[in-house]
């Protein structure tokens, strides 16, 4: 099972950038995709996730409003629009997948059984 993330950068506060996740290696049909992000020095947080389906989507309060969750076509493309960056957002990204789970776990970090490797965002101020 491969997750391969893309899409990260440099950015000024104020800009945006479209961070692009790809599954492959199994069928991951009726399966759940989410973002999180690690800061340095901090642990790695809930961004964003989605259900198969795309009809359900979660986000953490602190990108609500300035990023976007959605599915490509294929739906094992997940793609996360971060609009209005900000310094604070400066991290790198992750995205994990799971079999469908709650919707009070999508949040959680523990859910998720694949994780990719990672993308640079950093936003300058």
């Known amino acids: 099972v491969q997750l391969q993330a893309s899409g990260g950068g440099l950015v000024q506060a104020g800009g945006s950038l479209r961070l692009s996740c790809a599954a492959s290696g199994r069928s991951f049909r009726d399966y759940d995709m989410a973002w999180f992000r690690q800061a340095p020095g901090k642990e790695r947080e809930f961004i964003a996730a989605?259900?198969?389906?795309?009809?359900?989507?979660v986000y953490a309060d602190s990108v609500k409003g300035r990023f976007t969750i959605s599915r490509g076509n294929p739906k094992t493309t997940v793609f996360l629009q971060m609009n209005s960056l900000k310094p604070d957002d400066t991290a790198v990204y992750y995205c994990?997948?799971?079999?469908?789970?709650?919707?009070?776990?999508?949040?959680?970090?523990?859910?998720?059984?694949?994780w990719g490797k990672g993308t640079q965002v950093t936003v300058s101020s």
């Open positions: 994990a997948t799971t079999s469908r789970v709650a919707h009070s776990a999508l949040a959680e970090r523990s859910s998720y059984d694949y």
């Open positions: 989605i259900r198969w389906s795309g009809g359900t989507t």
